[in-house]
């Protein structure tokens, strides 16, 4: 109940193209579902977060799609670029105050020029 | 900017040694962690700390312990390094608050031969 699943492991997507992550989860107590960016030698950062109580967050390019009655949220790039080339992790957690996050297992993403 | 510095980018060790994994915050951050990050695992944690000498198990504490002396640092231990605890391992810290960011620091890839 505390996993959150997400695919696909791996994802190639042309210059200029859509890049879409998918996670799930089971608990529906999680209320916040981030995303983190992880570029080659550095540790992860906060890339874009959402709360249930929307169904869609953009930022820049940045789109997270969030579906709470099939317990899923995506991430949406769009227009990637070959510096959007990393992993990326979707994580949720619940409560307010302290934060333990429960990750889910990344993707890597390449983007070709 | 946050700063999370982790005392060695690179670890060789051999079994059977006590290793110890040194993360400093320069954020005043009440919360700090521990991960370890392997191929299709995604991020796991080990131990969090949410306050000085407080320290609660993550999902994977066997063979680990953590010391949290001063509210800056928080350090990992391996008592008896083994084999399958080369990996690469990353710390956290954040503030708590209602976004629970976490920030890392760039990782210490430890290898136990």
């Known amino acids: 109940q505390q996993q959150v699943k997400q695919s696909p492991q791996s994802l190639i997507v042309q210059k200029g193209g859509i890049s879409i992550i998918n996670c799930a989860y089971e608990?529906?107590?999680?209320?916040?579902f981030p995303w983190y960016q992880q570029f080659p030698g550095k540790g992860p950062a906060l890339l874009i977060a959402i709360r249930p109580d929307v169904s869609e967050k953009k930022e820049g390019r940045f789109t997270i799609s969030f579906n709470k009655s099939a317990k899923q949220f995506s991430l949406h790039i769009m227009d990637s670029q070959p510096g959007d080339s990393a992993t990326y992790f979707c994580a949720a957690s619940m409560g307010t105050g302290f934060q333990k996050l429960v990750f889910g297992t990344g993707t890597r993403l390449l983007v070709s020029p | 900017d946050v700063k999370v510095t982790q005392s060695s980018r690179y670890l060789v060790k051999r079994t059977g040694e006590k290793v110890f994994l040194e993360c400093v915050q320069d954020?005043?951050?009440?919360?700090m962690f521990w991960y370890r990050q392997d191929p299709g695992l995604g991020l796991r944690l080990i131990y969090f700390s949410y306050d000085v000498k407080m320290k609660e198990k993550g999902d994977i504490p066997e063979g680990y312990s953590v010391s949290r002396e001063k509210k800056e640092r928080f350090s990992l231990i391996l008592e008896s390094a083994s084999t399958n605890q080369t990996s690469m391992y990353l710390c956290?810290?954040?503030?708590?608050?209602?976004?629970?960011?976490?920030?890392f620091g760039p990782g210490t890839r430890l290898t136990v031969l």
């Open positions: 608990n529906t107590a999680f209320d916040y």
């Open positions: 954020m005043d951050h009440e919360n």
């Open positions: 956290a810290s954040s503030s708590g608050g209602p976004s629970g960011e976490q920030f």
